[in-house]
């Protein structure tokens, strides 16, 4: 028997905001991305944007453009030794190269691509990065930006079980989506995008209308407790201490079932 794969170190990042609704006040969305068919790790699901953390994302260079919490900081908050930030630089990046929202500063204020010509640059700033032309650093230091960590918040720690075609040490992020970009999935990796309430997307999925694995929707049930997007950021920035979700995979007499820390028989499995 084959040793079991070894988890690759990834990112994800949850992009959450309010809008007007229709009966008065505001409803609080969350983007989620679906992944093109062809894909060979969840094809067809929805999620959030994300992928493994690179080896550019903890490089010297990809560190001079970055603002805010430093290595050390970072690592502490994922509670490890060090490399934290990149975690934090792979979640940013996904986040541009999947969804085209770039969590950035310039000139000290938050990147807006409300002029036209500025979002065309970046149109092809995106282009390019995702076809492997250039770095995050080399558009960083193209536009002169500094990558806004300070604004990415930690949520939540999940690993791929074992038995998976693939495996990924995953660590969920939680932003707000900034105001001046417009969000908008790749056609690459993914080929729909679309904001929901999180209830919605949970209820969409119970009448198997929407695919989602299971990591999506556990944080979708934690986020979909609140009212707004800055009480979810608020949340996730008082967090302490996030625990590693490992599912394991069992067999019940023929029937698959996937069961996490807490779950009768996990321990046992």
């Keep these: 028997m ?26 609080m969305q969350v983007l989620m991305l679906r992944r093109n068919a062809q894909s060979v790790w969840v094809a067809g699901a929805h999620l959030f944007p994300g992928g493994a953390v690179d080896p550019d994302d903890g490089s010297e260079e ?36 999947e969804a085209g929202i770039l969590l950035a500063l310039t000139g000290g204020e938050a990147l807006s691509f409300a002029d036209a010509e500025v979002a065309g640059r970046f149109v ?6 995702n076809a492997g032309e250039v770095r995050l650093a080399d558009i960083c230091a193209a536009e002169n930006l500094s990558l806004d960590l300070d604004r990415v918040a930690y949520f939540s ?4 079980p074992e038995g998976a075609p693939r495996r990924y040490d ?6 707000l989506s900034p105001v001046g970009q417009v969000a908008g999935h790749d056609d690459l990796e993914t080929v729909a995008s679309r904001w929901i309430r999180p209830v919605d997307a949970l209820a969409m999925h119970a009448r198997g209308e929407l695919e989602m694995i299971l990591p999506t929707i556990r944080n979708l049930e934690i986020v979909a407790r609140f009212d707004t997007a800055q009480e979810v950021l608020d949340y996730a920035n008082g967090l302490v201490d996030i625990p590693r979700i490992e599912p394991r995979i069992v067999d019940r007499d023929g029937s698959i079932v996937i069961l996490v820390p807490g779950d009768e028989g996990y321990d046992e499995t």
């Design 2 to 27: 084959s040793p079991p794969l070894v988890p690759r170190d990834a990112a994800t990042i949850m992009l959450v905001r309010d809008v007007s609704a229709q009966t008065g006040g505001t409803d």
């Design 124 to 129: 092809e700033h995106r282009r390019r990065l």
């Design 170 to 175: 995953t660590r969920f992020f939680v932003t």
């Design 157 to 160: 720690h999940w690993i791929t």
């Design 62 to 97: 990809t560190a001079r453009h970055c603002a805010g919490r430093d290595d050390a900081e970072a690592s502490r908050i994922l509670g490890i030794k060090q490399g934290g930030r990149s975690f934090f630089v792979a979640a940013v990046r996904e986040c541009f190269e």
